[in-house]
């Protein structure tokens, strides 16, 4: 398993893949990501030891939209409980199929739509400046004075759902949950905005 994981982290890499788009294409934390690109691929070499982390495999969902489209109607189901949101904010990549079905799910009750919007996170971004922001696409509906559900496939660390978190209180905007497919953490809050997963590991020792 983790030979196969080193062999696929250096093919991202050599399609030009950041680390944290690395991390996020093969489910793992920003550290294992690092880990694995500087691992060698001779399958003889014993690698290194790995950090502590759980590599996530949803590929059974992402081929299926009809698959991706019951998930979203439960991640959907389970935002409820903390109102009616204006717009639903998919944090790239993966958060986007989610949030794009949930959107649609998560209709008001005048029938108007809830509007889409796309969050660019700083881990994706190829320059290491240190004043880099991530950003909100310009392309989307733009979250001045709206509530917001924040939605992303893994939690791994929540320094992304913190920083989207940030990003749209800079904004003006309200998030009022967070929704994701699995907790690798097991937190139930991030800036005090209360996260709903689908599922949560937990590790034991």
Same mark, same amino acid.
């Given at each position: 398993?983790?030979?196969?994981?080193?062999?696929?982290?250096?093919?991202?890499?050599?399609?030009?893949?950041?680390?944290?788009?690395?991390?996020?294409?093969?489910?793992?934390?920003?550290?294992?990501?690092?880990?694995?690109?500087?691992?060698?691929?001779?399958?003889?070499?014993? /690698?290194?030891?790995? /950090?502590?982390?759980?590599?996530?495999?949803?590929?059974?969902?992402?081929?299926?939209?009809?698959?991706?489209?019951?998930?979203?109607?439960?991640?959907?189901?389970?935002?409820?409980?903390?109102?009616?949101?204006?717009?639903?904010?998919?944090?790239?990549?993966?958060?986007?199929?989610?949030?794009?079905?949930?959107?649609?799910?998560?209709?008001?009750?005048?029938?108007?739509?809830?509007?889409?919007?796309?969050?660019? /996170?700083?881990?994706?971004?190829?320059?290491?400046?240190?004043?880099?922001?991530?950003?909100?696409?310009?392309?989307?509906?733009?979250?001045?004075?709206?509530?917001?559900?924040?939605?992303?496939?893994?939690?791994?660390?929540?320094?992304?759902?913190?920083?989207?978190?940030?990003?749209?209180?800079?904004?003006?905007?309200?998030?009022?949950?967070?929704?994701?497919?699995?907790?690798?953490?097991?937190?139930?809050?991030?800036?005090?905005?209360?996260?709903?997963?689908?599922?949560?590991?937990?590790?034991?020792?």
């Amino acid at each position: 398993m983790k030979q196969d994981l080193i062999k696929k982290s250096h093919e991202l890499r050599k399609h030009g893949f950041t680390v944290g788009e690395i991390a996020d294409e093969l489910n793992v934390s920003m550290d294992t990501a690092r880990w694995l690109t500087m691992q060698k691929l001779d399958e003889k070499e014993k /690698p290194a030891d790995a /950090p502590v982390d759980f590599a996530i495999n949803w590929n059974s969902l992402g081929g299926s939209s009809a698959r991706l489209r019951y998930v979203s109607a439960a991640l959907s189901d389970m935002t409820l409980n903390h109102g009616q949101a204006d717009v639903i904010v998919g944090i790239a990549v993966s958060g986007i199929p989610f949030a794009t079905m949930m959107a649609d799910f998560l209709e008001t009750e005048e029938g108007c739509e809830t509007s889409l919007s796309v969050f660019h /996170p700083i881990k994706h971004m190829k320059d290491d400046e240190k004043d880099q922001e991530g950003a909100i696409s310009q392309n989307f509906a733009q979250v001045k004075d709206k509530k917001v559900i924040i939605v992303d496939d893994v939690i791994t660390s929540g320094r992304t759902v913190k920083e989207v978190i940030n990003a749209l209180i800079d904004q003006g905007a309200e998030p009022i949950a967070v929704a994701v497919l699995i907790d690798k953490v097991g937190i139930s809050e991030i800036e005090g905005v209360p996260v709903e997963s689908l599922i949560k590991v937990s590790r034991l020792g």
